[in-house]
């Protein structure tokens, strides 16, 4: 793949839960790094990985991240990690859209177990 500049106008496109959007800016067998967006309200459902370690990092807006039972309400410019086995949940309990990156090693789908 040649080197290019990418942002949520020119990369894969894809929406989940209810009015969630993600956009993959780097999408290899290795390491995936996802832009995602989502609206006031809104949560993915509880779960873990096998293999896949995540790190989560807020760009705009105020997400909580519960993982093993623990709140932690990370702002724009901080992020927090999952490790593989560990179980959690985004949640976005503002008023206002979460736009956050979330990069896995290696890529999370197909690696997700309910929690």
Same mark, same amino acid.
């Given at each position: ?29 290795? +390491? =995936? ?9 809104? =949560?993915?459902?509880?779960? =873990? /990985? ?12 105020? +997400? ?9 309400? $990370?702002?724009?410019?901080? @992020?927090?990690?999952?490790?593989? @086995?560990?179980? /959690?949940?985004? $949640? ?11 990069? =896995?090693?290696?890529?999370? /789908? @197909? ?5």
């Amino acid at each position: 793949m040649p080197t290019r500049i990418v942002d949520t106008s020119n990369a894969e496109h894809y929406t989940w839960g209810i009015d969630c959007d993600g956009w993959h800016l780097v999408k290899g067998e290795e +390491l =995936s790094v996802i832009e995602e967006r989502m609206p006031p309200g809104r =949560s993915e459902e509880r779960h =873990s /990985h096998t293999k896949s370690r995540q790190f989560f990092f807020v760009l705009e807006g105020e +997400l909580t991240m519960e993982v093993e039972h623990h709140d932690f309400v $990370i702002r724009a410019g901080k @992020g927090v990690e999952v490790h593989p @086995g560990q179980a /959690h949940q985004a $949640i976005n309990r503002s008023q206002a859209d979460v736009r956050m990156l979330v990069i =896995s090693q290696p890529p999370s /789908h @197909g690696d997700r177990t309910p929690a």
